[in-house]
């Protein structure tokens, strides 16, 4: 599976969109873009995914580049409870080994 | 509700002691798998199974087994603990084999919390 690129932490103010980037320059055509997030030692949760299109969800917005060598996450209003480690993981489409690869993630924090 | 449940949610084992920790989950998933979670870490993929019957290693499978005897459970089993053991352990599920549905992520359980003294 592709590695990801993902900054350490990022901060939000509450009520704004959260915009998290994730660089996978080594995607293959049959990889899968996915987003999970964990709050506080929970256990992760799935957000989104997908391959090239842009995707829309009740939770978030997946934009990934023409190129899908990056996408973003966005949450639209973020709030105080969307603190949390975002994890951008890709892996090779369903039917095939399914293993997900956590890398160290994304500290959001969001602020009054 | 449905979702994924793992067993205990704390324990403290001595170096050597064995212990199983459950995982049991009742959405009909073929997909099971263990993470290992360890202060500022991602998640590390311990092993996995893909069905009844059919199991793997994944990143860090020494000194853990599985198995999986029916659909709904995958149990971890530390065979001789050891200090280097201590982490949060979570189990996961999906179905592979569904079409685009909220499911078609992984679901998480809410871990177990080892300590090994």
């Known amino acids: 599976d592709a590695k990801t690129t993902q900054p350490t932490s990022m901060d939000c103010a509450e009520g704004r969109a959260a915009n998290l980037p994730c660089n996978h320059s080594?995607?293959?055509?049959?990889?899968?873009v996915y987003w999970y997030r964990q709050i506080h030692s929970q256990g992760p949760q799935y957000i989104i995914h997908?391959?090239?299109n842009n995707e829309t969800n009740e939770m978030a917005s997946l934009i990934i580049t023409e190129d899908r060598k990056s996408s973003t996450l966005i949450l639209p209003h973020a709030t105080l409870r969307d603190t949390a480690v975002y994890y951008c993981?890709?892996?090779?489409?369903?039917?095939?080994?399914?293993?997900?690869?956590f890398g160290t993630g994304t500290r959001l924090q969001v602020t009054l | 509700n449905a979702g994924v449940t793992q067993t205990p949610k704390f324990q403290v084992l001595k170096t050597g002691q064995s212990m199983t920790l459950q995982c049991a989950q009742d959405?009909?998933?073929?997909?099971m798998s263990w993470y290992r979670q360890d202060p500022g870490m991602g998640l590390r993929l311990i092993h996995y199974?893909?069905?009844?019957?059919?199991?793997d290693q994944g990143e860090v499978p020494n000194g853990y087994n599985v198995s999986r005897s029916t659909t709904e459970d995958f149990p971890l089993r530390l065979l001789s603990a050891a200090p280097s053991q201590t982490s949060v352990y979570f189990c996961?599920?999906?179905?592979?084999?569904?079409?685009?549905?909220?499911?078609?992520?992984?679901?998480f359980g809410s871990g177990t919390r080892l300590t090994v003294v």
């Open positions: 996961a599920s999906s179905s592979e084999r569904e079409p685009r549905h909220l499911s078609y992520g992984y679901t």
């Open positions: 080594t995607i293959s055509g049959n990889e899968y």
């Open positions: 997908g391959l090239k």
């Open positions: 993981i890709v892996r090779v489409a369903r039917g095939t080994a399914s293993k997900l690869t």
């Open positions: 959405m009909n998933h073929e997909y």
């Open positions: 199974s893909v069905g009844a019957g059919i199991t």
